[in-house]
């Protein structure tokens, strides 16, 4: 925190916020809006307003210091509304909007959801202390949803892609855009298919045409497509509750369909993925094929093997390739 030396009349703190944690708080804003279905073009100006805060070379709250609210509002993107946000972030280090929004997040916006209503609304904020979509999302991953009587695998999956849908909208059309300007790694790159090449071995290709699964070669194209987004921060971040008591926003998210399945992907969060420091390593995909029934969905693992002849290759491991 830092003393203001504007209106020396009046004595004022600012917090010393960086650009892009108020980018943050205004993306937060966007998120909340779209999934309580306000205005398109008020979500729209808090998006606008994060890219326009994030692209300052100098930190807006140093240009609140010096020249106050008018000086937010030469800014691009950033008008009256936008201007007053980021001086209650200068002032206070919070804003009233997003808390108001999050607090309105309540179990009742649950029962919006396919697959629960008003009594697992409330099992889930009472046994599981979930009191938003994003930590709903996350529980649906890890592992704790599923542990609630009633929650069979079904309703689990449609859960999390329903979650997913509700807070991803926008992103996945800025994921969209991304993928097709990301220069990302060509399928027909000579030196990308031997890397392909040399991770599979028979077994695995055995065992994937005997099982309605996605093939090998997909799996390991997915993992590298999600790991160059991540890596380029072009994914969507979640915070989850497991191993995580600054509630960062750390796990990247990706969803897309190709080849007739649609895939879900993430980072592992496990207490053996922290222990063994792979959390930006192993890779979990959850996999359905497109249109059809619940038992052609599944999950694998994929990783980086550690060890003998494959050392250094992206391998599958789990439900699909638990032999190998």
């Not at 779209?34 to 979500?43: A, M, N, P, S």
């Not at 729209?44 to 994030?54: D, E, I, L, P, T």
């Not at 069979?152 to 994921?175: H, K, N, P, Y």
Request: glycine residues 6%.
């Amino acid at each position: 925190m830092i003393q203001t030396t504007l209106f020396p009349d009046t004595f004022r703190q600012v917090f010393s916020l960086s650009n892009d944690e108020i980018a943050i708080a205004f993306e937060q804003v966007a998120d909340l809006l779209e999934t309580q279905g306000d205005d398109y073009y008020r979500i729209r100006a808090y998006r606008k307003g994060a890219q326009s805060v994030r692209a300052q070379a100098q930190p807006v709250v140093d240009i609140f210091e010096t020249e106050g609210v008018a000086g937010l509002e030469q800014l691009s993107y950033i008008g009256k509304r936008l201007a007053a946000s980021i001086k209650e972030l200068a002032q206070t280090g919070e804003l009233s909007l997003l808390a108001r929004l999050q607090a309105e997040t309540s179990p009742e916006l649950f029962t919006k959801i396919p697959g629960i209503g008003p009594v697992l609304a409330n099992r889930i904020h009472k046994e599981l202390d979930i009191d938003s979509l994003e930590a709903l999302e996350q529980a649906a991953y890890d592992g704790s949803l599923a542990q609630l009587s009633g929650f069979g695998e079904g309703r689990t999956m449609l859960i999390r892609d329903s979650v997913g849908a509700m807070l991803d909208r926008a992103a996945a059309r800025q994921l969209q855009e991304a993928r097709a300007k990301a220069m990302l790694p060509s399928r027909s790159s000579p030196s990308v298919a031997q890397r392909l090449r040399g991770s599979i071995n028979r077994r695995q290709k055995t065992l994937a045409q005997t099982v309605d699964s996605p093939s090998i070669e997909l799996l390991l194209e997915v993992d590298a497509q999600y790991r160059y987004l991540a890596k380029a921060g072009q994914l969507r971040m979640i915070a989850p509750r497991r191993f995580n008591p600054d509630g960062e926003p750390w796990l990247p998210i990706m969803r897309l369909q190709k080849e007739g399945w649609s895939f879900n992907v993430l980072y592992s969060n496990t207490a053996r993925a922290h222990e063994l420091d792979k959390t930006h390593d192993w890779v979990v995909v959850y996999y359905e094929k497109v249109g059809k029934k619940a038992s052609q969905r599944g999950q694998c693992t994929i990783v980086t093997e550690t060890q003998g002849m494959r050392e250094g290759d992206r391998v599958v491991r789990g439900e699909l390739a638990a032999a190998s």
